[in-house]
């Protein structure tokens, strides 16, 4: 498994170690002792989720606070465009995002830690989107950042509007969140 850090403290695009032939492939997805080598800390998941999306749906920007979530996540048909943005207060890189192509063919997966925000892209006709989380799904504690904040300048691959859920359609921007 290779971890690299991206311009975020604490986020790790992680990339398995892919046996492949003309048969097709194989790779571990998670190995719980290999995974907190690579970022460096303890973690324990308690939840997996699966989703799947069309093309254009944008997915996002989602926090919970409290009860913050840390995510592993990955695609397993389709591609998709994946955000993280930081916005724990006191983090030198608070306000910052980090963006990364994720796909079923380059099978790479994101380590986002609790304090983020997150969401994705659908780029591909559908997409398959797993991820763990570090805690359960809290409703009444979920925020959403809004997608198009201009003080973020998320440099989303749109090709025209996306198609957002009525929840993402009312996320506030940076600035106006209290609950961080």
Known sequence: ???TPLGISDVYLIEPQV???DRGFFYESFNHVKFEQAIGRKVNFVQDNHSKSSKGVLRGLHFQNPKPQGKLVRVTQGEVFDVAVDIRRDSPTFGMWV???LSADNKKQ???PEGLAHGFLVLSDTAE???KTTDYYAPAHERCLR???PALGIAWPLDGPPCLSSK???GQCLSKLTHL
């Open 1 to 3: 498994m290779k971890s």
């Open 19 to 21: 046996f492949g032939d």
């Open 99 to 101: 963006g990364e192509i």
């Open 110 to 112: 994101l380590w986002i």
């Open 129 to 131: 989107f797993l991820y």
């Open 147 to 149: 997608w198009d904040d």
């Open 168 to 170: 993402d359609q009312l």
